[in-house]
Each structure stands twice: as structure tokens, then as C-alpha cells.
């Protein structure tokens, strides 16, 4: 027995500098190999299709989603009461419609995101296996997205098929407005980045007022800009010029009544907006992870 223990200890023992090379300075305990990177893409997956198949079950969303339907039908009717405007009340209409009741998926559900995981307590169970909070912040994201981004199409094909029944065939307002509705989907994935940041820590009801105040601030960014440049006092100017930059400026995604006139956005002004959005969302993620990591659940 003292020879087995004198055996390890000799093992943990670094060797002198006359040792054979070929001889390990430690113990040869095989070093834990690193996390391969595709691991994290498929627990990042993995939480957002779990995210969408909650999301899915909330009979909340198919509520909204036939409200939108029924509101496009609605603007066929009031459309029949018009002289040659049937096809842009129901771009108007429609496209009104689903960025509204878009924006209320994005707040209601994207607030909840965290907060129900923390209420019921599943949150431990999911950080006790290998997942980053940022990887559960990132497919938490992402499944929501996926969500907007069916409610969207399923949207989008049913203004389609108003145009097509008011116009009795091909219609070109048929394929004009889906780059105002694509605008509108990327404008929800902004809106549900602001949402995933407050949430990361407060609550959910004053995370949903934020959240709804940034998208109506958003739209009148342009108007802020001239306020601030506008203004007497310096505080002001600091103030409103901060709001500015800070704020996402939401109107580059507004072309809702261009979308009714069959007017399509430029498609330098189109990538510019989609690098715009892509590079906002990068950045309140980035901010949403750093102050989730920074919480503490007990």
C-alpha cells in the first residue's frame, strides 16, 4: 500500500530538469476537449424550436392571426364602396393591420420570454445541462422570429389572395407589397429585440410599456431629429439628439401607403434598412446577454 501511494504522488510530482522528455511533468489526466462550436448552433436550435412550439400552442396568436384575415375581408367590402380604390384600401388596410397586431405578438409574447421561464422555475433545469444563458437568450430569440415570421406569410398570403379576388386575376399590387411586408417583418424583429432586452431585467408589464414606447418613439424619429436641431436650450438638444441615436429609427420601415400606390422601396434604400436592422439586433442581443449574464436568479 505505501508503494501504490508513493507511486501517485510521484506522478503528481512535477519531474527535474533531468528527466527524460518523453516523461509528463503531471499526471496524465486527459484534458477536457473543447466545446465543438456546432454543439452550440444545435442547443441554440434546439431552444428555439422548443420557444415556437410554445409560442404555436398560445391560442392567442391564432386569434390575432384571423383578426388580421378578417380585417383584409373587411377591406374588400368597404373597397366595393369605392370608385377603382379597391386595391388600395386593402394594401392600406391589411398591411396596417399586420404591423399592428404584429407589434402586439412581438411585445406580449417577447416579454414573457424569460419572465415565464423564471416563474416556473424551468430556467434551473435548463442552465443545470450545458446551454450559455446567452445561447438560451439567442434561441429564445430566434424561435420568436420564426413565429412573427409565419403569422407574417400566412398575413401576407392573404392579402395576396384579397387582390387577387378584387381584381378578378393578376394584379401588380400582388407582388409590390412584399417588400413593404418583409419591412414589416424585419420592423418586428427589431421591436422584439427591444422587448428581449428589458425583459433581461424587469418586469413584464413595464417591459411591454418600454417596449410599446421605443416603437411609437421609433416612428417619429425623423421629427426628433428636427426637434433636437430645432430647440433652444443645449439640455434639450443633448436630450432629443441622444433619443435619436439611441432609439431605433423604425420609419425606414414604413411604406405602407407607397406599398397601396404600387410604389416599391429603391433597393439600395431596401439593403440599407436590412443592414440597419441586422446590426441594431447584433447590438441589443449583445446587451441583453451582457446584463442577463449579470443576474441573479436566487
Same mark, same amino acid.
Given at each position: ?12 510530482? #512535477?519531474?527535474?530538469?533531468?528527466? *527524460? ?11 477536457? #476537449? ?18 415556437? &412550439? ?6 392567442? =396568436? ?7 384575415? /378578417? ?7 368597404? $373597397?366595393? =364602396? ?18 399592428? @397586431? ?31 444563458? $446567452? ?17 407574417? /406569410? ?9 387582390? =387577387?379576388?378584387? *381584381?378578378?386575376?393578376?394584379? #401588380? ?33 413595464? *417591459? ?9 418613439? $421609433?416612428? @417619429? ?17 443633448? /436630450?432629443?439628439?441622444? /433619443? ?17 400606390? $404600387?410604389?416599391?422601396?429603391? #433597393?439600395?434604400? @431596401? ?18 446577454? =451582457?446584463?442577463?449574464?449579470? &443576474?441573479? @436568479?436566487?
Amino acid at each position: 500500500m505505501f508503494s501504490e501511494t508513493y507511486t501517485l504522488t510521484e506522478r503528481l510530482t #512535477p519531474t527535474t530538469p533531468n528527466a *527524460s522528455a518523453e516523461e509528463p511533468a503531471f499526471s496524465t489526466v486527459a484534458p477536457t #476537449p473543447p466545446t465543438p462550436r456546432g454543439s452550440s448552433l444545435r442547443r441554440v436550435a434546439s431552444i428555439a424550436r422548443n420557444a415556437f &412550439r410554445e409560442a404555436v400552442r398560445d391560442r392567442v =396568436l391564432y386569434n390575432l392571426v384571423f383578426f388580421v384575415l /378578417l380585417l383584409t375581408g373587411g377591406a374588400i367590402f368597404i $373597397g366595393d =364602396l369605392s370608385a377603382a380604390q379597391e386595391a388600395k384600401i386593402i394594401v392600406d388596410m391589411s398591411l396596417s393591420a399586420m404591423l399592428l @397586431f404584429g407589434v402586439f405578438i412581438a411585445i406580449f409574447v417577447g416579454v414573457g420570454l424569460v419572465y415565464k421561464e423564471l416563474e416556473r422555475r424551468t430556467v434551473y433545469a435548463i442552465f443545470a445541462k450545458p446551454v450559455g444563458r $446567452g445561447e438560451f437568450l439567442v434561441g429564445k430569440y430566434l424561435g420568436l422570429c420564426l413565429t412573427l415570421a409565419v403569422n407574417v /406569410l400566412v398575413m401576407g398570403a392573404g392579402v395576396s389572395l384579397a387582390l =387577387l379576388y378584387v *381584381s378578378g386575376g393578376y394584379d #401588380p399590387l400582388v407582388l409590390a407589397v412584399w417588400p413593404a411586408i418583409i419591412l414589416i417583418f424585419v420592423e418586428l424583429m427589431i421591436v422584439v429585440a427591444v422587448a428581449l432586452l428589458f425583459s433581461s431585467f424587469s418586469s413584464p408589464a413595464l *417591459s411591454a410599456l418600454m417596449t410599446f414606447a421605443v416603437f411609437i418613439i $421609433g416612428h @417619429f424619429s425623423a421629427d426628433m431629429k428636427l426637434l433636437a436641431a430645432s430647440t433652444g436650450t443645449t439640455a434639450a438638444k443633448i /436630450l432629443f439628439g441622444a /433619443l435619436y441615436y439611441l432609439l431605433p429609427n423604425l420609419s425606414h420601415y414604413t411604406v405602407i401607403t407607397d406599398a397601396g400606390h $404600387g410604389i416599391t422601396p429603391a #433597393p439600395a434604400a @431596401f439593403a440599407v434598412a436590412l443592414l440597419y436592422a441586422f446590426v441594431y439586433i447584433t447590438v441589443l442581443l449583445a446587451a441583453s446577454i =451582457l446584463i442577463f449574464n449579470r &443576474r441573479n @436568479f436566487k
